[in-house]
Each structure stands twice: as structure tokens, then as C-alpha cells.
């Protein structure tokens, strides 16, 4: 049975919740394999049309689990290739590869539409599990921010930031790790719609079920001409190239100090309050 993610499917819409809230769900390896896990069972589910995505408790995610025990049991490692012995930069570019890039890019790319639904803080990590979605609902207190540039690194592997927010508020929030309000986030178009949060859950379902009674094949069909519009105009090579510079970011903590993450805790927590 899974752990942080609850997952459940009435009247055409799979719910995938994200239940990990003492720890603010924070994202360890095992709750992105959960949570990927439920991204292919909506997406193979003949009876959910829509897939939304919450959280549970007073923020939709603080982003990577950066705690040194954070991945102990973890007993998934990502393979470059048959007969590759991994070590070093090749291992944290595999595991990389498959726990982020990986799986934000496949949640993007299923077929049926999606729908987050964000409260409180949604923090570096947590944008990669928001930007996938189709549609994103966020509540009147949520708010935005990516401040990896604290830990040495230009921003979070799935690099959606100038697609989502546009070139000068992208540089403005990772070179200050500052964050955007939800209502700055609908201004940019990073977000569809702003409510009160005790109205979030409302209005997230009602969108999902008002999309679950259109022809599911037409729906396949225009989220598929607007994501390949996007590649076309080079989103998924953007995004590729930036998650080569991020492992750059990696290597160069490595360097400096002999670990793979500058990590400074305080400092994500400062920035994003």
C-alpha cells in the first residue's frame, strides 16, 4: 500500500493526493515513485477521464526532501545503460533523470487532462509537480518560488520557469529566490485560477468534472496539439538543455565542498516564508 499518496476515482475524475503533511510533503524518492505509480494508474484507469492532483495539510509540497536520511531505503536506482557501473555524477544524473526530469515529463504527456489544485507554499520541487498539470487552481494564500540559487544550482531540474512565468520574472525569482503570490502567478499566466482557499477544493472538482463529461478523445487531442506546439517551438529541448546545466550546478558543489548538494536549510526556509 502506498505511503504519502492516496489515490481514489468517482464520477470520471482519479484524485491523487499528496499525504505526506507533517513533513510538508516534502518529496523523497519513495513518494515520487508512489506518486508516479498513480500518474499511470489514472492514466490507464477507462474510468477516470480527468486526473487532479492535490495536497494534504496547509502546503501543496516544500519541494525535494533535502534531509540527510531522506532517501535511506530507497532501492531504486536508474540505469544509464546495461553493464554501466554507476558512481559519482553518472549516479545522481540517473537518478536525477528518471525521480525528476523523468517523471515531470511523463505527467505532462498523458494524454488525459490534468488539474492541480496548489495551497500555501509550493516550493522549488513542488513547481515540478504543479507544472505538469494542465490547469492549475491555486488558493488565495498559495505562493511560488524556486530559491535553489541559495544551494548553488540555477533551478530545479524541470525547468519550466521561462515557459511559465517569462524570461524577466523567471531571472527576477531565481536570482533573488523570491517568491510570487498566486494572484502575481494568474497575472502571468502560470495559473488559471485564484479562490479563497476553503473554495479551493470546490473549484478545482468542479473543473475536473465539468472536463470529465467532454468527448475524452477530443480532449486527448487538444492537449496534444498544444503540448506539441510548445516542443515545436523547443520547449522539451529547453528543458533537456537546462537539466544538463543543473547537473553542472551539481558538480560544481561537488568540487567546492565534497558533496553533490550545497545544501543550506535555513535559507530555503527564510526564502520561502
Known amino acids: 500500500m502506498p505511503e504519502f499518496i492516496l489515490y481514489d476515482v468517482a464520477d470520471g475524475v482519479a484524485t491523487i493526493t499528496l499525504n505526506r503533511p507533517d513533513r510538508r510533503n516534502a518529496q523523497n524518492e519513495a513518494l515520487l515513485d508512489e506518486l508516479n505509480d498513480a500518474w499511470e494508474r489514472a492514466a490507464a ?59 515531470s515529463r511523463r505527467w505532462r504527456d498523458i494524454p488525459k487532462p490534468s488539474i492541480a489544485a496548489v495551497q500555501g507554499a509550493c516550493i522549488a520541487g513542488g513547481l515540478m509537480l504543479a ?22 544550482i540555477g533551478g530545479v531540474e524541470y525547468h519550466g520557469h521561462t515557459w511559465e512565468l517569462g524570461a524577466r520574472k523567471a531571472k527576477e525569482i531565481l536570482f533573488m529566490a523570491s517568491s510570487i503570490t498566486a494572484e502575481e502567478a494568474r497575472e502571468l499566466g502560470m495559473v488559471n485560477r485564484v479562490v479563497p482557499v476553503d473554495e479551493l477544493q470546490n473549484t ?70
Not at 495536497?55 to 540505469?79: L, M, Q, W, Y
Not at 507544472?131 to 548553488?152: E, K, Q, T, Y
Not at 520547449?235 to 565542498?257: E, K, N, P, R
Open 131 to 152: 507544472w505538469p498539470c494542465d490547469l492549475i487552481v491555486a488558493a488565495d494564500n498559495a505562493r511560488f518560488s524556486d530559491p535553489v540559487v541559495l544551494m548553488g
Open 204 to 273: 478545482a472538482r468542479e473543473m475536473a468534472l465539468r472536463i470529465a463529461g467532454m468527448p475524452p478523445h477530443a480532449l486527448a487531442m487538444a492537449k496534444r496539439v498544444v503540448n506539441q506546439t510548445l516542443d515545436i517551438q523547443g520547449q522539451y529541448a529547453a528543458i533537456q538543455a537546462c537539466f544538463d546545466i543543473h547537473q553542472l550546478g551539481h558538480a560544481s558543489a561537488y568540487v567546492q565542498s565534497g558533496k553533490f548538494v550545497l545544501t543550506d536549510h535555513q535559507g530555503i526556509k527564510k526564502a520561502a516564508t
Open 45 to 103: 484507469d477507462d474510468d477516470a477521464r480527468v486526473i487532479l492532483l492535490n495536497a494534504n495539510g496547509p502546503h501543496f509540497s516544500a519541494g525535494h526532501d533535502t534531509s540527510p536520511d531522506a532517501n535511506k531505503d530507497s532501492k531504486t536506482i536508474a540505469r544509464i545503460g546495461a553493464g554501466i557501473k554507476q558512481s559519482g555524477t553518472m549516479e545522481l544524473y540517473s537518478r536525477e533523470a528518471r525521480h525528476f526530469l523523468g517523471f
